[in-house]
């Protein structure tokens, strides 16, 4: 078989294996198969898993003596077989193994698929629900869905409402400032493929990305303004210089009286981010001896926390970059595809498997629309790397 051939049998081979053949494929490997016994008994083979496990082994372990018996030839010790003779068999031998490779990795990839998709399905209906809807609960225990918010909502003493697709509350004078007895913690939780808008009681802004949870009191204390995130936010931030504002996200805090800024504070992630668009911050946390250490940001700089080694690196950014999803962009300048698949994932609700590892340290830099589909989104990536990409349900594969 011609490797032109090679090629295209391995790719239609993957693709069935991934569900992904169009009826004319389906119909061009059929022809295939009926052309010779030979191809048909190829094909049940490669469909039988421990037969492509065992030649897969048999493939690494010929592929490990021939890369030592290229280093012996380097450091000039004799070898048994004449190199042009092993050269030309060794090729021969790797060509056979051209579909099987390809095969065995196909059974990895629907293994990974299959997988995935069973720890979905032990989501349970209000999770799913949740996915759907930007939810607010009050008191850990009142689940209210934002969209079916009326006009004019009082919650536990505080009003509520609906403008422009945020949540605004208001709060008269009389209970700008409560003791701590009397407030209730509310938190927004935002699903996949959505960014929501939340005017806080004391008139600060907050945008959370998708899959961000915001915890805060009804009505703030009277010394701070205190709040936790789970996400992504951009934060502006109403001045109070008597009334610190202070987000604590998952080991990196930020200390604030009146800015303009971004927070990434995902905990799936190692890596947090606070990047200063206007005013001044003060970024605090533990480094790995325990000790609290602060860093005071300027505008147009980023402060990364790498959650495992407690290290912290600041450098300068445009800014832009870190904010334009709040306007429905998303931009990355060479950035890991792991990492930005990391986003892509979650803004979408994806799972994302890479079957061949060496794909996620590619450098890729570009921006796209977060108003397009899921698939459309692809697109732009398949281009890059055409034949390496394939969505299944809810699940992109990478190999």
């Given amino acids: 078989m011609e490797e032109d051939q090679y090629n295209r049998i391995k790719s239609l081979l993957v693709k069935q294996l991934l569900s992904d053949l169009t009826d004319e494929e389906r119909e061009e490997l059929e022809q ?24 897969f082994n048999d493939f690494n372990e010929i592929l490990s003596k021939e890369n030592r018996d290229t280093i012996n030839r380097r450091a000039g010790l004799k070898v048994k077989f004449n190199s042009a003779f092993r050269s030309v068999w060794f090729r021969r031998i790797a060509s056979s193994f051209i579909i099987i490779a390809a095969a065995y990795s196909a059974y990895r990839i629907t293994a990974e698929i299959k997988k995935n998709y069973s720890i979905r399905e032990t989501y349970s209906k209000l999770e799913d629900v949740r996915r759907r809807s930007v939810t607010l609960t ?34 008269t004078d009389n209970v700008k400032r ?99 668009a206007e005013g001044k911050i003060t970024v605090e946390y533990k480094d790995a001896s325990g000790q609290y250490r602060k860093n005071v940001m300027q505008p147009g700089y980023q402060s990364n926390l790498d959650k495992e080694s407690k290290e912290l690196f600041v450098q300068h950014v445009n800014t832009s970059f870190y904010t334009c999803w709040k306007d429905g962009l998303y931009y990355f300048d060479s950035m890991r595809l792991e990492d930005i698949m990391d986003d892509i994932g979650r803004w979408y609700g994806l799972e994302v498997v890479f079957v061949d590892n060496t794909y996620k340290d590619r450098i890729l830099s ?6 397009d589909e899921a698939e459309k989104m692809l697109e732009s990536f398949r281009r890059l790397m055409p034949g390496h990409i394939v969505l299944s349900g809810r699940t992109v594969t990478i190999y």
């Fill in 32 to 55: 295939w198969r009926n052309l010779s016994d030979e191809n048909e008994g190829l094909y049940q083979r490669l469909n039988d898993k421990d037969y492509l496990v065992n030649r």
């Fill in 138 to 171: 009050v008191g850990g225990n009142r689940v209210i869905d934002i969209g079916n918010l009326p006009a004019n909502t009082r919650i536990e003493g505080v009003d509520a409402a609906l403008i422009d697709g945020s949540l605004n509350y208001s709060l």
């Fill in 178 to 276: 409560l003791n701590n007895s009397r407030v209730e913690m509310h938190e927004i939780f935002v699903p996949e493929i959505k960014i929501f808008k939340v005017v806080l009681p004391d008139g600060s802004k907050v945008w959370l990305n998708s899959r961000s949870h915001l915890y805060y009191p009804s009505v703030f204390g009277d010394s701070s303004r205190e709040v936790y995130l789970d996400g992504e936010g951009y934060f502006e931030i109403s001045k109070d210089a008597e009334r610190p504002f202070v987000v604590r996200g998952n080991g990196l805090n930020i200390s604030v009286t009146g800015t303009k800024f971004n927070f990434k504070a995902y905990s799936d992630d190692n890596l947090l981010s606070a990047t200063l």
């Fill in 366 to 371: 570009g921006k796209l629309s977060r108003e």
